[in-house]
């Protein structure tokens, strides 16, 4: 394993939370491989392929529904030279003024220097439709 590539890794996405929790979604985009792999619940089964402009839009419209929204990382796991597993808690307010926190667990794929996979984990539970 080279320590330099952790090391700058770990810069890589602490800069990412960083940029997320100020809302800088243009900036953050940019941290990724144009059309990056991403696994997320919200975006259906299976690996889909995002654009800089549908991250963009992604998360425009998140904190549109949860202006407050915030990643507190709990924990930085380095795996290997490309892999950086991080463990954070996400919470928000929605206008009804109902709060979250969402326990996440995201493994990122960096390839020269940029976000190549973004493979999220989370309990996307709804509420029952009456």
Known sequence: MNPVSSSENEKLVKEYFKLFNQHKWKE??????????????????????QSHQQIITKYTELSDMF????????????????HIIVEFVSTGTAPDKSKFE???????????????KDFTYYDNFEEPQE
């Not at 491989?33 to 089964?45: C, H, I, Q, R, T």
């Not at 202006?67 to 490309?82: A, W």
């Not at 969402?102 to 190549?116: R, V, Y």
């Open 28 to 49: 953050m985009a940019e941290m990724y491989v144009e059309n990056a792999d991403f696994k997320d619940p919200s975006l259906g089964n299976g690996i889909v392929k």
């Open 67 to 82: 202006p407050d929204v915030h990643d507190k990382i709990l924990q930085i796991y380095l795996s290997g030279e490309k």
């Open 102 to 116: 969402l326990p996440i667990c995201t493994i990122f794929t960096i390839e020269n220097g940029k976000i190549a």
